[in-house]
Nanobody
Framework: QLVESGGGLVQAGGSLRLSCAAS??????MGWFRQTPGKEREFVAA????????RYADSVKGRFTMSRDNARSTAYLQMNTLKPEDTAVYYC???????????????????WGQGTQVTVSS
């Protein structure tokens, strides 16, 4: 089970931190995806829990940072310099044994959270 928290409303240029707590099964990769109405869900970021290796979508590189706390089985997405186009429902996902090239592939993730809304006003 994955439980997200930390979404909300923020002005452009502001920051938010999303959290995703995992329970039950053990995973070694966690990721964040986002979706806006009428669009397909898109990859945002992912992290390997064992070594902290990350991958980011080009649209968020330099602004978003993913981290993890293995003791708490929790992954975080620090979002800085937010833009209105970052507005979306953000979903946490978890998987095992993904190679680097698969970390952005939605169909490789076995577990999903319920989503948390992030709204960035201009």
């Amino acid at each position: 089970q994955l439980v997200e928290s930390g979404g909300g409303l923020v002005q452009a240029g502001g920051s938010l931190r999303l959290s995703c707590a995992a329970s039950g099964r053990t995973f070694n990769t966690m990721g964040w995806f986002r979706q806006t109405p009428g669009k397909e869900r898109e990859f945002v970021a992912a992290i390997r829990l064992i070594n902290g290796g990350t991958r980011y979508a080009d649209s968020v590189k330099g602004r978003f940072t993913m981290s993890r706390d293995n003791a708490r089985s929790t992954a975080y997405l620090q979002m800085n310099t937010l833009k209105p186009e970052d507005t979306a429902v953000y979903y946490c996902a978890a998987a095992n044994n993904l190679i680097q090239s698969s970390m952005a592939s939605e169909d490789r993730y076995a577990a999903w959270g319920q989503g948390t809304q992030v709204t960035v006003s201009s």
